[in-house]
């Protein structure tokens, strides 16, 4: 995990970003008061696994990778588990990247082709 951001970080970085009140944000999720925010942007205590999609939402970020951070951190152990059994999990924003790459890489192969038949 060297070099990996927390997720009290994340979290921080998060509700930065979003450009709304700890307040607001604490609403959106559903948490009971604004200071529990506060606490998991401390690391004082763990950002509930099952509250993480709300947060997410509410601070418009990826909820897959905030999850993996989450699983990475605090079970570690189990989310190797869970990827060796499942596979990797990818977010709408790795798999439009990868769609990207793919399309690029077979735009690429294309052409190499096309080039080729025209040199034979």
């Known amino acids: 995990m060297a070099n990996q951001i927390t997720v009290a970080e994340f979290l921080t970085q998060a509700i930065h970003i979003s450009g709304k009140t700890q307040k607001e944000i604490s609403e959106e999720a559903g948490l ?20 993480i999609p709300g947060l997410a939402k509410a601070c418009g970020v990826d909820p897959v990778r905030f999850l993996r951070l989450a699983m990475i951190e605090y079970e570690n152990e189990t989310w190797n588990v869970l990827q060796r059994s499942f596979g990797e999990s990818l977010s709408d924003d790795e798999k439009t990247a990868l769609e990207k790459y793919r399309a690029e890489r077979d735009a690429v192969l294309e052409k190499e082709t096309e080039d080729d038949e025209v040199t034979v």
């Not at 925010?37 to 509250?51: A, E, W, Y």
């Open 32 to 51: 009971p008061r604004a200071n529990f925010l506060s606490m998991m942007k401390q690391g004082v205590t763990r950002v509930p696994i099952d509250r």
